[in-house]
């Protein structure tokens, strides 16, 4: 069975930082691709941040480029979402999600499977 675990969310003032962690077992993390999403209320879910199974490429949404850093460590399972000069605008729903191969994708569908989320609230 694979799980997915987002911890590292809370509640924080405009101009903070926060780091999301995301440990994956069940499958074999290295494998594959990870990406970070998230959705705020009444709106679709979207990409943020992706990277490839051995974290040599990453990729980021324009929206967070600049302040949000996707990073991995394969020797703990775990993914990282380090973000940096928060803005009201970024409380959402945050959620990882593991790929169905070794490269990203910018397209939903190519993940399958996903974390309970953790929320982000930020203050202004």
């Known amino acids: 069975q694979v799980q997915l675990i987002e911890s590292g969310g809370g509640l924080v003032q405009a101009g903070g930082s926060l780091t999301l962690s995301c440990t994956v077992s069940?499958?074999?993390?290295?494998?594959?691709?990870m990406g970070w999403f998230r959705q705020a209320p009444g709106k679709e879910r979207k990409l943020l941040a992706a990277i490839t199974a051995v974290g040599r490429q990453t990729y980021t949404s324009n929206s967070v480029s600049g302040r949000f850093t996707i990073s991995r460590d394969n020797a703990k399972n775990t993914l990282y979402l380090q973000m940096d000069s928060l803005k009201a605008e970024d409380t959402a729903v945050y959620y990882c999600?593991?790929?169905?191969?070794?490269?990203?994708?910018?397209?939903?569908?190519?993940?399958?499977?996903w974390g309970q989320g953790t929320q982000v609230t930020v203050s202004s």
């Open positions: 999600a593991s790929g169905r191969t070794a490269t990203y994708s910018e397209s939903i569908s190519a993940y399958v499977y």
């Open positions: 069940g499958r074999t993390f290295a494998d594959y691709a």
